[in-house]
């Protein structure tokens, strides 16, 4: 059995999904969305305790984030929170450096201290007394995200398959992606939005390897006593240790490890769950009473930390659209609409003419 189209997406998670919409909304080709999984987005767009941050992902990051955030309200996908990076007084020289930073990205935030932080958290332990507040911080419909950039693709004509493994690749007139259940599907361009597996799709197309490399994030869920109020920030650690947050009367902590992983289906270890736990009881007088579930993602990263959008140097007809690490959720409506001009020769419109492509393209890496 053989099919052909004009674009093969490779992944259906948020990347694939969202630039496959935008694609679609743009153009007439004919895209298939091949997912490996039995249903799109189990890895790690599944898994995500997402967040709109502003400053989440460093000031190149922050375009992209600043750039999403109208989509995000517009389309209902956010819920208002607030985030504060918590601090001790030996932690005074990371404020500082956030503010410098920061300070020209157009990000808003400000600096409290400990009377306005202990409104905000109670429970917080007396020596985090001091704090940056971004009062902009939400919550996102991740799954609700996912589902609409489905739902209008799938509207605008993309086939989505799933079950479908890419287990070879290779390119003669088109490009011949062979499954592992036996299927062929030919495509005159081939998007990678493979995620964990963005650099193994590269080179079983005969492509250079990025240096896309995997990090194992871990979430759990506890029950707490007192319970966290429901209007309790997200709570993140100036020194990048941990992070928690309300989620329906219970907490969702990770201890914000990156721990390189190969490409898989990742599990939490104990270790990271019992870390997370110690470092909750460094900074609130919150009792522990039962890990209700716990989980983990992977994150992928290319070596500088930035995105990977754009043609590769070496492969006719190949695009990357991988590498966007932990914050590929709130970046995505601003990330696929980029893309998809970059693919489609399109000019950047109001969503995306403050965004500086080049910092993002693989070029860098040859």
């Given at each position: 059995m053989t099919n052909s189209f004009d674009i093969a997406i490779i992944g259906a998670g948020m990347a694939g999904a969202s630039l496959a919409a935008e694609l679609a909304s743009h153009s007439d080709k004919r895209i298939v969305l091949l997912e490996a999984e039995s249903r799109p987005g189990y890895h790690a767009t599944g898994r995500s305790a997402a967040f709109w941050e502003e400053c989440y992902g460093g000031p190149d990051i922050?375009?992209?984030?600043?750039?999403?955030?109208?989509?995000?309200?517009?389309?209902?996908?956010?819920?208002?929170?607030?985030?504060?990076?918590?601090?001790?007084?030996?932690?005074?020289?990371?404020?500082?450096?956030?503010?410098?930073?920061?300070?020209?990205?157009?990000?808003?935030?400000?600096?409290?201290?400990?009377?306005?932080?202990?409104?905000?958290?109670?429970?917080?332990?007396?020596?985090?007394?001091?704090?940056?507040?971004?009062?902009?911080?939400?919550?996102?419909?991740?799954?609700?995200?996912?589902?609409?950039?489905?739902?209008?693709?799938?509207?605008?004509?993309?086939?989505?398959?799933?079950?479908?493994?890419?287990e070879a690749i290779y390119h003669e007139s088109v490009w011949t992606l062979k499954l592992a259940d036996g299927r062929e599907w030919r495509a005159d361009r081939i998007i990678n939005a493979a995620g964990a597996w963005a650099d193994a799709i590269a080179q079983m197309a005969g492509g250079t390897a990025l240096g896309i490399q995997p990090l194992r994030r871990t979430v759990l869920q506890l029950r707490v006593d007192p319970s966290p109020p429901h209007s309790l920030p997200l709570c993140l650690d100036i020194s990048g240790e941990f992070y928690f947050k309300p989620e329906n009367g219970r907490l969702?902590?990770?201890?914000?490890?990156?721990?390189?992983?190969?490409?898989?289906?990742?599990?939490?270890?104990?270790l990271d769950i019992a870390t997370a736990i110690d470092r909750l009881h460094q900074v609130s007088d919150w009792t522990v009473e039962t890990v209700e579930r716990k989980w983990a993602g992977l994150r992928s990263f290319a070596p500088d930390r930035k995105p990977v959008y754009g043609h590769d140097p070496e492969l006719a007809d190949f695009f990357w659209f991988a590498g966007q690490g932990g914050y590929g959720i709130q970046t995505a409506p601003a990330a696929a609409r980029l893309a998809a001009q970059l693919f489609l020769g399109l000019p950047n419109d109001g969503m995306t003419e403050q965004i500086d492509s080049e910092i993002y393209s693989p070029e860098r890496f040859f």
């Open positions: 922050v375009p992209l984030t600043l750039a999403s955030g109208s989509y995000l309200q517009d389309g209902g996908f956010l819920t208002t929170r607030g985030a504060l990076y918590l601090a001790r007084e030996e932690d005074e020289p990371k404020i500082e450096a956030h503010f410098e930073k920061f300070g020209d990205t157009g990000a808003q935030f400000e600096r409290i201290g400990s009377e306005a932080l202990l409104d905000k958290v109670p429970g917080l332990k007396a020596h985090w007394d001091r704090a940056i507040w971004q009062a902009r911080c939400a919550d996102i419909d991740v799954a609700g995200l996912h589902q609409h950039y489905l739902k209008l693709a799938q509207q605008n004509g993309v086939q989505l398959e799933c079950n479908a493994r890419v969702w902590l990770s201890p914000h490890d990156e721990t390189p992983s190969d490409p898989t289906d990742a599990a939490p270890e104990e």
